[in-house]
């Protein structure tokens, strides 16, 4: 079991940048998969980016080239560099252990909105 707690969410101008944060409470070196989703106002929930044990990345098509997911296993943290925000990149933002299939994890979410 593991629980992760997100942090970093908040209001931006669009163009703009932010960086979110998990925290997982045991080690996350041997975790297989984790990740990034988003869920906006009366859409469902959706993958943004994931990462493997190995370090392999996985991104949705519309923020290749803007985000970046990272992970450090010393720290046990997760992170996404989010750059060059746009509107239809508000949402609330959770951290993810495991994917969507068998046993998953999830953080309580980060709220992210893009606006001027």
């Known amino acids: 079991q593991v629980q992760l707690v997100e942090s970093g969410g908040g209001l931006v101008q669009p163009g703009g940048s932010l960086r979110l944060s998990c925290a997982a409470s045991r080690s996350i070196s041997s975790i297989y998969l984790m990740g990034w989703y988003r869920q906006a106002p009366g859409k469902q929930r959706e993958m943004v980016a994931q990462?493997?044990?190995?370090?392999?990345?996985n991104y949705r098509s519309s923020v290749k080239g803007r985000f970046t997911i990272t992970k450090d296993n010393a720290g046990n943290t997760l992170a996404l560099q989010m750059n060059s925000l746009k509107p239809e990149d508000t949402a609330v933002y959770y951290c993810?252990?495991?994917?969507?299939?068998?046993?998953?994890?999830w953080g309580q979410g980060t709220q992210v909105t893009v606006a001027s």
């Open positions: 990462i493997t044990r190995n370090g392999n990345t």
């Open positions: 993810n252990v495991g994917g969507t299939q068998g046993v998953t994890y």
